[in-house]
């Protein structure tokens, strides 16, 4: 892989966000190299690394998108999985009855943030499910999910805002 240095000092702030979203994404995109280290995380929250050598486990980390450049990147993923489970805990145990999706009179909440303010708020729907959402039947349960479970932390790791 080829390596080169940038210096960012005289980049503008919008060529530096640019720049520092193309290598993330770069970084992302990543393929498997034999005999290079990537990490994994176990079922019991550690994150472990490995070589790749074209094994099952290999395969399988790859398959299930369990396969990391860095330990800080499988340790990120790991912290947004514990949020949206939090999350997802928090509405079970708080809502007051089911989500009934054939039931449009229903009204159902969910957290959003404003890309503009990067505020979190909170939205309502009757009709419209959208994937990975976690819904609450008020907007109260939804307002102290937030608080319980820590606004930065659901900034962060679900939306990916500092």
Same mark, same amino acid.
Request: with cysteine.
């Given at each position: 892989?080829?390596?080169?240095?940038? %210096? &960012?000092?005289?980049?503008? +702030?919008?060529? *530096?966000?640019?720049? &520092?979203?193309?290598?993330?994404?770069?970084? *992302?995109?990543?393929?498997?190299?034999?005999?290079? @280290? =990537?990490?994994? @995380?176990?079922? !019991?929250?550690?994150?472990?690394?490995?070589? %790749?050598?074209? #094994?099952?486990? +290999?395969?399988?980390? /790859?398959?299930?998108?369990?396969?990391? !450049? #860095?330990?800080? %990147? $499988?340790?990120?993923?790991?912290? *947004?999985?514990?949020?949206?489970?939090?999350?997802?805990?928090?509405? &079970?145990?708080?809502?007051?009855?089911?989500? +009934? /999706?054939?039931?449009? &009179?229903?009204?159902? =909440?969910?957290?959003?943030? !404003?890309?503009?303010? !990067?505020?979190?708020? @909170?939205? +309502?729907?009757?009709?419209?499910?959208?994937?990975?959402?976690?819904?609450? #039947?008020?907007?109260?349960? $939804?307002?102290? $999910?937030? *608080?319980?479970?820590?606004?930065?932390?659901?900034?962060?790791?679900?939306?990916?805002?500092?």
């Amino acid at each position: 892989m080829e390596e080169f240095k940038v %210096e &960012l000092e005289n980049l503008t +702030d919008k060529e *530096k966000k640019t720049f &520092l979203h193309l290598v993330k994404k770069s970084k *992302k995109s990543r393929k498997r190299h034999m005999n290079e @280290i =990537y990490y994994s @995380i176990c079922p !019991n929250g550690n994150i472990v690394s490995s070589v %790749e050598n074209d #094994t099952l486990y +290999d395969e399988s980390c /790859w398959k299930f998108g369990n396969y990391y !450049n #860095t330990k800080e %990147e $499988a340790e990120f993923v790991k912290q *947004k999985q514990l949020v949206y489970q939090e999350l997802k805990k928090y509405a &079970l145990e708080q809502n007051t009855g089911e989500i +009934d /999706w054939e039931n449009y &009179l229903q009204i159902k =909440y969910f957290i959003y943030c !404003n890309t503009k303010s !990067n505020d979190l708020g @909170i939205m +309502d729907v009757s009709k419209r499910k959208i994937a990975g959402q976690v819904y609450f #039947t008020s907007e109260k349960i $939804a307002e102290n $999910a937030i *608080k319980a479970i820590g606004k930065d932390r659901i900034k962060k790791y679900l939306f990916e805002i500092d």
